[in-house]
């Protein structure tokens, strides 16, 4: 569905200096699954997200979507298209809807856009505003009214309404109360189900979307680390820094528990992106670090059915 080339994107700053929030990523997501993305904060999630979603220009690489390679800078018409195939939920719902603009207005923006009559934006909102688990009454109100988890599903709803088949999920429930973080997830499982989308679900923590990914991506830094079948990456991460981010998971699971061995991490500053300049950028903070790991990027190789990790000593390690 989706096929990701040697992406980059840099953000320059200051003095010549340039971040690379993402550095030749590479990967595929498959028509119907959950593809899950994680990494701690600053590993380029976000980033990638929103360059999926045409919200900013790659520098380079390709990407294609089912048949058409996507521009490296949308135009206004660029964007109208192909933001109805290719949507994005935010993680922050207080901020990402327009506070001046009534629920109704915010949900049917997308429609209002493709010049839909008002009338039809109307009877969608309202079955939009029932799906997504609110009432029809509610399209006259605005967001400071809502809840939190109430404002996930506006945005869930905003983000539907044009019937997309690839959407983004940037860490929908990170800014949500723990009882509602549930409820939101069945929400987006039900839907996904329902009208046959493709996801990505970017989160930081692993145990959080293992139970609803098919596959999942471990970034780091802007860099692929580990990528696999949901169940591998968690039961048997191979690359340390998969191994760190389950280590530092507080919820006890005993099967992984037997299954996963801990290991010790430095855990000294994270290197900023405009810091690596070469070799693997987990080099730092690594438990078997080498000489190679600091010169040489390692690549991802295969080491299982799918199951890829991006370390030049995986034989150390298991
Ligand atoms: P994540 O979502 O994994 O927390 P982001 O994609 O937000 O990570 O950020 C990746 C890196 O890119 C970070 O170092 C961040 O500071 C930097 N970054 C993100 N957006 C911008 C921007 N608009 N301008 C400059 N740097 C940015
Ligand atoms: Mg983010």
């Known amino acids: 569905m989706i096929e990701i080339k040697q992406v980059s994107k840099h953000f320059h700053l200051s003095k010549g200096r340039h971040i690379k929030a993402l550095d030749q990523v590479s990967l595929e997501i498959h028509p119907n699954e959950i593809l899950g993305l994680v990494g701690e904060s600053g590993s380029g999630k976000s980033t990638l997200g929103k360059v999926l979603a045409g919200l900013h220009p790659k520098t380079m690489g390709s990407i294609k979507y089912k048949d058409e390679t996507l521009p490296d800078?949308?135009?206004?018409?660029?964007?109208?298209?192909?933001?109805?195939e290719i949507q994005m939920i935010f993680q922050d719902p207080y901020s990402s809807l327009n506070p001046r603009m009534t629920v109704g207005e915010i949900i049917g923006e997308?429609?209002?856009?493709?010049?839909?009559?008002?009338?039809?934006?109307?009877?969608?909102?309202?079955?939009?505003?029932?799906?997504?688990?609110?009432h029809p009454d509610h399209a006259s109100r605005f967001p400071h009214e809502f809840s939190g988890g109430q404002r996930q599903r506006i945005g869930i709803a905003r983000a539907l309404i044009v019937e997309p088949k690839?959407?983004?999920?940037?860490?929908?429930?990170?800014?949500?109360?723990?009882?509602?973080?549930?409820?939101?997830?069945?929400?987006?499982?039900?839907?996904?189900?329902?009208?046959?989308?493709?996801?990505?679900?970017?989160?930081?923590?692993?145990?959080m979307v293992r139970h609803i990914s098919d596959r999942i991506t471990v970034l780091y830094l802007g860099q692929i680390m580990e990528i696999g079948p949901?169940?591998?990456?968690?039961?048997?991460?191979?690359?340390?820094?998969?191994?760190?981010?389950?280590?530092?998971?507080?919820?006890?699971?005993?099967?992984?528990?037997?299954?996963?061995?801990?290991?010790?991490v430095d855990n000294s500053e994270i290197p900023s992106p405009s810091e690596i300049l070469r070799g693997c950028p987990f080099a730092s903070r690594c438990p078997h670090v080498s000489q190679i790991c600091k010169t040489e990027r390692p690549e991802l190789k295969n080491i299982d059915n799918n199951h890829q990790v991006a370390c030049h000593h995986l034989d150390k390690i298991n």
């Open 230 to 264: 949901a169940d591998q990456v968690f039961f048997h991460a191979k690359h340390p820094y998969t191994q760190k981010l389950n280590s530092s998971n507080p919820l006890p699971d005993p099967k992984r528990e037997r299954e996963q061995p801990t290991i010790q």
């Open 166 to 207: 690839f959407v983004i999920c940037d860490e929908p429930i990170s800014a949500l109360d723990v009882s509602v973080q549930a409820q939101v997830i069945q929400l987006l499982q039900k839907l996904k189900n329902d009208f046959g989308l493709t996801l990505l679900f970017i989160a930081h923590d692993l145990s």
């Open 73 to 84: 800078n949308y135009s206004a018409k660029d964007f109208l298209r192909l933001s109805k």
């Open 110 to 134: 997308g429609l209002s856009l493709r010049k839909v009559a008002k009338k039809t934006i109307q009877e969608k909102v309202h079955a939009w505003l029932l799906k997504v688990g609110l």
